[in-house]
């Protein structure tokens, strides 16, 4: 939330910049770590430098484009995780093959190749990326303006509705449902995800790279989701039920995931339940926005990751403890299964969130 806030303040390019600068770094630095202490403080530095990014970038998007395009822009954004995840499998894999390269450990090689490019990246996005419309040199006068007048008018409708600080936001019931709905998908998705190459070798495939490359599978599902649940969510101008069809692909395919561990049909049940959860992301960010503005939407994105994001610990510890205690990842992936359908219940029930605009519209033309 602090990153957030200070971001509103000092502007996107500055602050992402230095997210990305900072947490390369970190990165890099995690090929001198020696021990538990050492990793555990370098880890932890990492968290504190990167935790703004995301919902940094969420924010910054709000700043460019209108409403109807929150869905397909955030998921534009966020295709770049699946396809990384995919990808860093057999790359990370190649890399810690070249243990003993100038006389380096394998995984420190990894830590050193993947940390570089992120601050040549944050050099590249302090001297780049444009704060705000108004600033733009890409954009005639005409655009500028037009641009501008949109978004001021979306933000005047929500604040004619009800305008909230930055406080009233952390306990606003909408934020935390939000954060209980964004709790039970980050914490079925994490859970899953980290344990999926250990699933995958459950099928009888004991070649890291092969494990590697089939890891990619539910990834790359994912990332076909995630575009087109964003692209119907907008073309539609809908988000609740989009998102609550995400959440019910999550459960159903975790459900099919668990009943068919060593099988295929547990990869097939992992590619669903990954193309819900990714294909959640773009509709779910597009509704925050729908009553929130200024500094009180910075601080609500912020908070709804931050609480959901807990599911990063959660899921993968309750999956390692339902293994050991079971010796099967089963009550693991249908404990998840449970978590997403709650989630799926949260916004059935609870998610309803109007558009302001035209209420908000009413009531101005009848103050004039």
Same mark, same amino acid.
């Given at each position: 939330? %602090?990153?957030?806030?200070?971001?509103?303040?000092?502007?996107?390019?500055?602050?992402?910049?230095?997210?990305?600068?900072?947490?390369?770094? +970190?990165?890099?630095?995690?090929?001198?770590?020696?021990?538990?202490?050492?990793?555990?403080?370098? $880890?932890?530095?990492?968290?504190? =430098?990167?935790?703004?990014?995301?919902?940094?970038?969420?924010?910054?998007?709000?700043?460019?484009?209108p409403?109807?395009?929150?869905?397909?822009?955030?998921?534009?954004?966020?295709?770049?995780?699946?396809i990384?995840? !995919?990808?860093? =499998? %057999?790359?990370?894999?190649?890399?810690? *093959?070249?243990?003993?390269?100038?006389?380096?450990?394998?995984?420190k &090689?990894?830590?050193?190749?993947?940390?570089?490019?992120?601050?040549? +990246?944050?050099?590249?996005t302090?001297?780049?990326?444009?704060?705000?419309p108004?600033? !733009? /040199?890409f954009l /005639?006068?005409?655009?500028?303006?037009?641009?501008?007048t949109?978004?001021?008018?979306?933000r005047?409708?929500?604040?004619?509705v009800?305008?909230?600080?930055?406080?009233?936001?952390?306990?606003n019931?909408?934020? +935390?449902?939000?954060?209980?709905?964004?709790?039970?998908?980050?914490?079925?998705?994490l859970?899953?995800?980290?344990?999926? @190459?250990?699933?995958?070798? =459950?099928?009888?495939h004991?070649?890291?790279?092969?494990?590697?490359?089939?890891?990619?599978?539910?990834?790359m599902?994912?990332?076909?989701?995630?575009?087109?649940?964003?692209?119907?969510?907008?073309?539609?101008?809908?988000? $609740?039920?989009?998102?609550?069809?995400?959440?019910?692909? *999550?459960?159903?395919g975790?459900?099919?995931?668990?009943?068919?561990?060593?099988?295929?049909? !547990?990869?097939?049940?992992? *590619?669903?339940?990954?193309?819900?959860?990714y294909?959640?992301?773009?509709?779910?960010? !597009?509704? @925050? @926005?729908?009553?929130?503005?200024?500094?009180?939407?910075?601080? #609500?994105?912020?908070?709804?990751? *931050?609480l #959901?994001?807990?599911?990063?610990?959660?899921?993968?510890?309750?999956?390692?403890?339902?293994?050991?205690?079971?010796?099967?990842? =089963?009550?693991?992936?249908?404990?998840?299964?449970?978590?997403?359908?709650?989630?799926?219940?949260?916004?059935?029930?609870?998610?309803? &969130?109007?558009?302001?605009? @035209?209420?908000?519209?009413? $009531?101005?033309?009848?103050?004039?």
């Amino acid at each position: 939330m %602090p990153s957030n806030v200070i971001l509103e303040k000092v502007g996107a390019r500055i602050w992402i910049a230095r997210i990305m600068i900072t947490w390369g770094i +970190l990165a890099t630095c995690t090929a001198l770590v020696t021990g538990e202490t050492s990793y555990g403080i370098v $880890r932890f530095l990492l968290g504190v =430098a990167e935790a703004g990014f995301f919902p940094g970038i969420i924010f910054y998007f709000t700043k460019w484009f209108p409403s109807y395009h929150h869905a397909r822009i955030v998921s534009g954004f966020l295709i770049g995780l699946p396809i990384a995840v !995919a990808i860093g =499998a %057999p790359v990370s894999t190649g890399l810690m *093959s070249l243990h003993g390269l100038f006389g380096l450990a394998g995984w420190k &090689i990894m830590y050193i190749a993947e940390g570089v490019p992120t601050i040549i +990246l944050g050099l590249i996005t302090f001297f780049v990326l444009t704060d705000t419309p108004e600033k !733009a /040199t890409f954009l /005639t006068d005409a655009e500028k303006k037009w641009l501008s007048t949109r978004l001021e008018a979306e933000r005047a409708a929500k604040d004619a509705v009800r305008k909230h600080s930055m406080w009233q936001t952390m306990i606003n019931p909408k934020v +935390l449902l939000l954060s209980l709905n964004y709790l039970g998908i980050v914490t079925a998705s994490l859970g899953m995800l980290i344990f999926t @190459p250990q699933i995958i070798k =459950a099928i009888g495939h004991t070649d890291n790279m092969t494990v590697g490359w089939l890891t990619m599978v539910p990834y790359m599902a994912g990332a076909v989701a995630l575009l087109t649940w964003g692209h119907i969510s907008d073309r539609l101008n809908e988000r $609740r039920w989009s998102l609550l069809i995400a959440c019910v692909f *999550s459960t159903g395919g975790l459900i099919l995931a668990g009943c068919t561990l060593g099988s295929y049909w !547990a990869l097939v049940g992992m *590619s669903i339940a990954a193309m819900g959860f990714y294909g959640s992301k773009g509709p779910f960010f !597009a509704m @925050p @926005p729908m009553f929130l503005s200024g500094p009180a939407l910075a601080a #609500g994105i912020a908070w709804i990751n *931050s609480l #959901g994001n807990l599911g990063g610990f959660f899921g993968p510890w309750y999956v390692g403890v339902m293994k050991d205690a079971t010796g099967s990842f =089963a009550g693991g992936l249908f404990g998840l299964a449970l978590l997403s359908l709650v989630a799926a219940v949260v916004c059935a029930l609870f998610l309803h &969130i109007p558009d302001p605009r @035209p209420v908000a519209g009413a $009531r101005l033309a009848a103050a004039e």
